[in-house]
């Protein structure tokens, strides 16, 4: 299942409240093909920024005197954002297209939602992990576009400090589990 984040504004700018899954339709284009293949919408969920904004953040108020160690996590809102930027499969004529939607993309979404930039070319490379600064989102974004689909230098996953599997080994992820994302990424 793929999530699609969309953003809908009228002509003034305003945000669209009130949409449906029945609103939208998506589409997959196969290869270089000019036919559309319609895809089913399996899940839909409408998020206010608004609503969100007002929300209580549920921090626990206590009266004077009195104090905690009580630790609370905030739950995010709305799930974390992963732009992929696909240099394998984009022709180069729609990669700056491409790359001028995602800049106007990053701007729309909420200061508090955090992004990661991959990029798809040989590998799979990140690029940029989860930030919420716009000023280094949009630094990767040009990274991505530089390296382009050529997607830079063949560099083995394992001597990549970018690549998934590097980044995963300093973690207790399984390492069966890293052997086969190694394998993906060559």
């Keep these: 299942m ?15 409240s009130g ?30 920024v608004a609503e969100i904004a007002a929300q209580d953040k ?4 206590l009266p004077a005197g009195v104090y905690t160690n009580l630790v609370t996590m905030d ?10 930027v696909d240099g394998l499969n984009t022709d180069r004529a729609s990669q700056m297209q491409v790359h001028r939607q995602m800049i106007k ?26 930030t919420t600064d716009p000023k280094l989102l949009k630094a990767a974004l040009q990274k991505s576009s530089s390296v382009g689909a ?22 207790n992820f399984p390492a069966a589990s890293l052997n086969e994302i190694e394998q993906f990424e060559r």
């Design 2 to 16: 793929v999530a699609v984040e969309v953003v809908a504004r009228d002509h003034k700018g305003q945000a669209i």
């Design 19 to 48: 949409l449906t899954a029945d609103d939208f339709q998506v589409s997959e284009q196969i290869g270089g093909k000019r036919e559309q293949h319609p895809q089913k919408i399996a899940a839909f969920r409408a998020v206010s």
């Design 58 to 61: 549920g921090k626990l108020t």
């Design 75 to 84: 739950k995010a809102p709305v799930p974390p954002t992963v732009l992929l």
């Design 105 to 130: 993309m990053l701007a729309s979404i909420p200061d508090d939602v955090p992004v990661a930039v991959f990029l798809l070319g040989r590998r799979l490379s990140l690029i940029r992990n989860f």
């Design 150 to 171: 050529d997607n830079g230098t063949e560099v083995e996953p394992v001597d990549d400090p970018n690549a998934l599997s590097a980044l995963l080994e300093d973690t």
